[in-house]
């Protein structure tokens, strides 16, 4: 009987400990779920403000080349040509702003459906990790159940026969 009790307490210790390791994974994976979504935020951000600079830098170079050409075109023939040029230019600037426009909305739609799909995501596997807690508590409990009912029985089986060779008090 202090044989059998022996190895229910090193089993029930042994599952504790691995409740414990279940437990200390589910906490480093929840931080490493934060991790990545911080990161990939920080990602995305920094990739949005990459492309706002390059735009721009593109159209100081552009305001830049259309005054530079001004400039340099006094003749009248000169200046119409370059003016015909410039309004080219613009109009083709007018079109990749158009287009760039175009793909910042398309990304921006795409942005957001990606970080609505990732909550989506975060928020089932919450929900997978809580029903899974949920089931490993309840396991636990009913089984300490089951142990606490099967030691009390085992007293009340084993105890008549011994009370005469135990110490006083032992078996409460």
Same mark, same amino acid.
């Given at each position: 009987?202090? =044989?059998?009790?022996?190895?229910? &307490? &090193?089993?029930?210790?042994?599952?504790?400990?691995?409740?414990?390791?279940?437990?200390?994974?589910?906490?480093? *994976?929840?931080?490493?779920?934060?991790?990545?979504?911080?990161?990939?935020?920080?990602?995305?951000?920094?990739?949005?403000?990459?492309?706002?600079?390059?735009? =721009?830098?593109?159209?100081? =170079?552009?305001?830049?080349?259309?005054?530079?050409?001004?400039?340099?075109?006094?003749?009248?023939?000169?200046?119409?040509?370059?003016?015909?040029?410039?309004?080219?230019?613009?109009?083709?600037?007018?079109?990749?702003?158009?287009?760039?426009?175009?793909?910042?909305?398309?990304?921006?739609?795409?942005? =957001?459906?990606? &970080?609505?799909?990732? *909550?989506?995501?975060?928020?089932?596997?919450?929900?997978?990790?809580?029903?899974?807690?949920?089931?490993?508590?309840?396991?636990?409990?009913?089984?300490?159940?089951?142990?606490?009912?099967?030691?009390?029985?085992? &007293?009340?089986? #084993?105890?008549? #026969?011994?009370? @005469? *060779?135990?110490?006083? @008090?032992?078996?409460?």
């Amino acid at each position: 009987a202090a =044989r059998l009790e022996r190895e229910n &307490i &090193i089993k029930l210790l042994q599952e504790q400990e691995y409740l414990e390791k279940n437990v200390q994974d589910d906490i480093a *994976s929840k931080q490493k779920l934060e991790r990545v979504k911080i990161d990939t935020k920080e990602a995305l951000t920094n990739q949005m403000e990459m492309r706002k600079r390059v735009a =721009r830098e593109q159209r100081e =170079r552009e305001a830049q080349f259309r005054k530079e050409a001004c400039i340099v075109n006094i003749h009248i023939y000169t200046q119409y040509k370059a003016e015909a040029k410039i309004a080219a230019e613009e109009e083709k600037e007018r079109e990749k702003q158009r287009q760039l426009r175009e793909k910042k909305r398309q990304y921006s739609l795409e942005l =957001r459906d990606q &970080i609505a799909e990732n *909550s989506r995501r975060r928020e089932q596997e919450r929900r997978l990790e809580e029903q899974r807690a949920r089931r490993v508590f309840d396991t636990d409990k009913a089984w300490r159940m089951e142990v606490a009912t099967e030691r009390e029985q085992i &007293i009340k089986e #084993h105890a008549p #026969h011994l009370l @005469g *060779s135990l110490q006083p @008090g032992l078996l409460r």
